[in-house]
């Protein structure tokens, strides 16, 4: 191959601009509705791995530093370094306090975010939120479920009209939110932001890990329905589950980082053992920054249950007519950044079921360097030529249907 494919990144990640909620809810809501706010202090682990800001008014710490804060209703979350870890804030601590003005402009900035994806070789994005979580748990927890439905449109609003719109156009892929706390209102939203084009919606890996009914429990049928008919495919990043896995409340940041793919996993399973693969049977999940190279076992694995099935479920081929692994292929996508097990297992997983990402603006991503990441893993998994443009960039036009963005080789 003499040109590298340009990359097509199907998990990145926007830092919400400040004025997003202010500018956009009824007035009423914005004394309350999600703002910034600049403070001065440092930031701890608390038992249960929990972070808390301490004010620092006398600036006597020698750790305390400004820090931007988004505050709404009862929340007040400050921006620790790692969820913007590129450019000038890379190498600080990951729990260091920063602001908006020591990001790169590009974590919250349109034209700044293409030209940075034009230096890192990435042709289009799709970008998971921030403030809202990573499937809009924030919206979840708060009391006042119409103020948080509204910021829910808000943000749909904000990532189809203008994250995405004008020069974003073709480059930026909407990926919205829907209001969690009710399946119907939920399918209602996927509909309204497919009619404004948005056909990927972010959803939580394990909705039980949220307090939420389970996909096995047939609440969610309306939502996935909707998302059948819409051809909105159902994105689940890592952590959107509000729980990640550790081994102890002592336990070095490095263990849960080695750990995350355990709830991609559990999702995996979660949805080849529900049914819903065979009774939706246009309906297509993607799991980001899960990667893959755990998958051969688990697909064996739940093959030869379902081969036993009357050990374990009499009905159960009632409700899974063909083996797990079945379901796969053109419906089931996964997502790595560095995962060259997985794609050495290709033909287990599926060479068509495997996408790339750069993860922007976070502390996996190799910005500005994904070239050469993605040409190494290309060189140690063997690909060919066409299993290249796959991998880069193809599977991801085939899962997000990314020829209605003029995105079609």
Known sequence: MTELPRIISVDDHIVEPPGLWQDRLPARFRDRAPRVERHYGFLDWEAGGKVQFHDDPDRSSPRARWCDHWVYDD????????YAAVGPVRDLEAMTPITYDEMLPGCYNQAARIADMDLNHVEASLCFPTVPRFCGQTFLERQDKELAALCVQAYNDWMIDEWCGGAGAGRLIPLTLVPLWDANLAAAEVRRCADKGSHALAFSEIPAYLGLPSIHSGYWDPLFQACAETETVVSMHIGSASKLTTTSADAPLVVQA???AQNAQSALVDWLCSGLLARFADL???????????M???LERLDSLWERSDVYEKNLRDRIPEPPSS???????????????????RDTVGMGQIMFETDYPHADSAFPHSRRTAEKLVSAAGLNEHETWQFLRGNAIECYQLAQFGIEK
Not at 75 to 82: D, E, K, S, Y
Not at 285 to 291: K, M, N, T
Not at 327 to 344: E, K, Q, S
């Open 75 to 82: 929340l007040r979350w400050p921006i620790p370094a790692g």
């Open 258 to 260: 080695a750990l995350t």
């Open 284 to 294: 297509r999940i993607a799991f980001s920054e899960g990667q893959v190279g755990w």
């Open 296 to 298: 051969p076992f688990l």
């Open 327 to 345: 379901y796969i292929a053109g419906r089931v996508f996964g997502c790595i950044f560095d995962d060259v097990h997985g794609l050495l297992n």
